[in-house]
């Protein structure tokens, strides 16, 4: 502390606590809202407090779906989403610490050719390649399957350089010593860099597991039928249904449901959540 | 740096690479060149032939007032959601620097809006502003203020800006945390030493010192919100009311739709990744730079 003035920590506090609160808000509305019936919410009237119906509400937007539409329930939504993101978060490490090995551990003809190849797709998000992305799912058929909502996310840069960054700290002593004792590119991988790498791949797979989950315009795009859609688009297609009044509660159960795993993780997991999105960003 | 020690297997690292590079082509490459060549491309009503017509999708998406408003669009969200996402963030950090007994709290606290998705943030938002049943629009009301975002454009475009800032603090934040407690508190003691008082201290040491962080959460916000706000306008507005709210990812999306205009679609796609990359240029030349500090 440079010096100490009483009022300038009751400032911080208070501006803090205001922040926490903008923060906030928004979900707690969302909380208060999914323990209301649909008249309490629609009428524009809501109080500020719980009602009694957050039993009904869940229940029936887990397993039963919407009364007047119908609708897939949330728990297969769920399922889906929770498929998907794991998939995402494990086919991303698997392929990027794989590489990054090569990358970085033997010197083979075209070594920087291949580390650029996939280093340029750092720039291309999958949002500006859309419908030709969609074109290759449709053409292998894998519209409406696990595979075509996770194998395109997996193809990106950043575990890769992550991986290499990483590696690239760690002492070659330990290679040759490793050598000395006889191991080939095999046993050092499994004995020696895997279990070095853990906290790397903790990290990583916190990072991608919320951007699984998170991911929007691509399940939009492949999903046709209802029992593969995700959590996070379901939701939307509650609210702007074509011929009934959107029933909000369940909604926001919805979305209630829809952000407890990410921001579980967030929270529980939150040094390796920081170390991970620095990491990733460098 | 490159390691001195390695293996000299001949085969075994392309055996290692194969799976991300097939990835890579299948999903990234092949797709991204069929972008680049549907835009030559036109297709007829039902997608069975296509002719090469040239620049001719570039032409009539250059004279396209709708993409122009786009642009527009685009510029306008994201310099106010940069800026205001930036500078509430900033403001958030530098009191949770303050040596208090509850940041690591504060800290868990402003972070974890990182994790939500933007589509649900998108819903969060529409939900407290909607014009009938929101909370927050019924004061609005009572000052007999005319709010609707569903008819309104700058109506519209406030909400958006509103759940994409919401949604974009925890990151900014974090980093910006990071970067104040990276400054030596030596120069700040020395700094008081001469007299210089809190907000002094602020604008002349930490705010150049930050520079670096600030710089490059601008490159990665402007990102942002280029592509990962897509769910919260599909949500909240999904582009309308009348394009108000149309950015050219948004509009990519919307034009290409069930088979509409997929050369004109495509021919934006182009662009869109030429300004992605000249954006990713700009923030590895800084990232260079950095190194030297």
């Known amino acids: ?282 | 740096m490159e390691k001195s020690v390695v293996f000299n297997n001949k085969l075994l690292p392309y055996l290692l690479l194969i799976p991300q590079l097939i990835i890579t082509f299948v999903f990234f490459y092949w797709p991204a060149s069929q972008a680049v060549k549907q835009s030559f491309l036109r297709e007829d009503a039902f997608g069975l032939n296509s002719e090469f017509v040239g620049l001719e999708n570039y032409q009539s998406l250059f004279a396209d007032p709708g993409y122009y408003k786009s642009m527009l669009v685009t510029v306008i969200f994201s310099s106010l959601v940069a800026a205001l996402s930036l500078s509430i963030a900033l403001l958030f950090a530098t009191q949770a620097d303050k040596n208090l007994k509850a940041a690591g709290a504060y800290k868990t606290l402003m972070i974890w809006p990182y994790a939500v998705a933007p589509a649900v943030a998108g819903v969060l938002w529409i939900f407290m502003f909607h014009p009938t049943l929101g909370t927050l629009a019924r004061p609005l009301r009572w000052m007999s203020f005319d709010w609707n975002p569903l008819l309104n454009g700058s109506h519209a475009m406030a909400l958006v800006v509103m759940a994409a800032v919401w949604k974009q603090i925890s990151y900014n934040f974090l980093f910006f945390l990071a970067g104040l407690q990276s400054i030596p508190k030596s120069v700040l003691e020395a700094g008081a030493i001469d007299g210089a008082g809190p907000m002094r201290r602020f604008w002349t040491i930490t705010f150049p010192l930050l520079s670096p962080t600030t710089f490059f959460l601008l490159v990665v916000n402007v990102v942002y919100v280029f592509f990962d706000t897509f769910g919260i306008i599909d949500a909240v507005t999904g582009g309308g009311p009348a394009g108000a709210t149309t950015t050219m990812v948004y509009k990519v999306f919307a034009d290409g739709r069930l088979g509409g205009d997929l050369g004109g679609s495509a021919a934006q796609s182009v662009v869109l990744m030429v300004i992605v990359i000249a954006l990713t240029a700009v923030q590895f030349r800084y990232v260079e730079r950095r190194v030297q500090y």
Do not use: C
């Open chain 1, 1 to 282: 502390m440079v010096e100490h003035r009483p009022w300038t920590n009751i400032i911080a506090y208070a501006i803090l606590t205001f922040g926490v609160f903008i923060v906030a808000f928004p979900v707690y509305l969302a909380l208060i809202a999914s323990t209301h019936d649909a008249a309490t919410v629609v009428g524009g009237n809501m109080p500020l407090t719980p009602g009694g119906h957050a039993l009904d509400n869940y229940y029936r937007a887990i397993f039963v779906g919407g009364s007047r539409a119908i609708r897939e329930p949330v728990g297969r939504m769920l399922l889906n989403s929770f498929i998907s993101a794991i998939g995402i978060a494990l086919g991303k490490i698997f392929i990027s610490i794989l590489s990054a090995y090569a990358v970085v551990y033997f010197r083979f003809p075209f070594r920087k050719t291949a580390f650029w190849i996939i280093f340029i797709t750092l720039m291309l998000p999958v949002e500006v390649r859309i419908y030709p992305t969609y074109k290759v799912i449709a053409d292998l058929k894998m519209l409406d399957t696990y595979a075509g909502l996770i194998l395109p996310l997996i193809a990106s840069a950043t575990g890769t350089l992550l991986f290499r960054q990483f590696f690239m700290t760690i002492p070659e002593e330990l290679l040759e010593a490793s050598r000395i004792d006889g191991a080939g590119p095999f046993r050092f991988f499994w004995d020696t860099l895997l279990p070095l790498s853990v906290t790397t791949i903790a990290a990583l797979f916190v990072i991608q597991f919320i951007y699984g989950w998170n991911q929007y315009l691509w399940p939009l795009l492949i999903t046709t039928q209802d029992s593969m859609q995700t959590i996070v688009t379901g939701i939307k297609k509650m609210l702007y249904t074509t011929d009934e009044l959107a029933e909000w509660q369940l909604a926001m159960a919805t979305a209630i449901l829809a952000m407890l795993p990410p921001v579980a993780v967030v929270v529980i997991m939150q040094r390796l959540f920081v170390r991970g999105l620095v990491e990733t960003e460098k």
